[in-house]
């Protein structure tokens, strides 16, 4: 199946893709990683492995709505069946996201519908939370509030960091996002108006739990 992967930053979740890809793990072939950043190390991560890059730069545009039109022009020229937000830094139009509706995963570094938006690690540990986490969702045109497809969870232990707590929950995001994107890629995994559906069954409204997974649902 074909994809397009955005991103804006380091792309460790990106690498967690292509090693899936490659393993024979992951039946996707990345068309394009696209990134708004010239800088971005993940479009050294791509060319290491042979895959196309681009970058838009948001900084060449007037406004959110050109750079979200001309993003979308450089993405469907690829014409992916799904577009994967992996670390892409941008808060996204409502015609953008409603253009690929159904059709594009974002992971998030929380435990959904908590901490929504930034520094998410900062205010897991401000709020004292017992356990943390990442949560892949699909985009809707409320930030990080599109239905919930799988999460996993961290424990806070006592005297943890932001940074120590970050790096935990990054290893999570590298096995649930190869997952949500495998389900998706064999047919399995499909959003239906608010909800999600996971061989053609109502996920529930907090999403599958990694750790309770299946074999049947992980095959």
Do not use: C
């Not at 893709?17 to 950043?37: K, T």
């Amino acid at each position: 199946m074909p994809i397009v992967v955005l991103i804006s930053g380091s792309g460790s979740n990106l690498q967690a893709i292509i090693d899936a890809m490659q393993a024979g793990e992951l039946p996707v072939e990345i068309r394009a990683v696209i990134s708004n950043r010239t800088d971005a190390y993940g479009l050294e991560r791509a060319r290491a492995a042979g895959i196309h890059t681009e970058v838009v730069d948001h900084r060449e545009y007037a406004g959110r709505e050109a750079f979200d039109r001309a993003l979308q022009k450089t993405i469907d020229a690829h014409e992916p069946a799904l577009v994967v937000l992996a670390g892409f830094m941008r808060i996204l139009t409502h015609e953008f996201v409603e253009h690929y509706m159904g059709r594009m995963l974002n992971i998030h570094p929380a435990l959904l519908p908590l901490f929504p938006g930034l520094n998410t690690h900062e205010r897991a540990l401000q709020e004292a939370v017992k356990q943390h986490g990442a949560t892949v969702h699909f985009v809707t045109t409320e930030v990080d509030g599109g239905p919930l497809v799988l999460s996993a969870r961290v424990p806070v232990r006592p005297g943890d960091t932001a940074e120590g707590l970050a790096a935990r929950v990054l290893e999570q995001e590298h096995r649930i996002y190869p997952q949500a994107i495998r389900w998706f890629a064999e047919g399995r995994l499909q959003m239906q108006y608010d909800r999600v559906l996971l061989d053609e069954k109502p996920l529930p409204t907090t999403g599958i739990d990694f750790a309770e997974l299946t074999t049947d649902q992980t095959r």
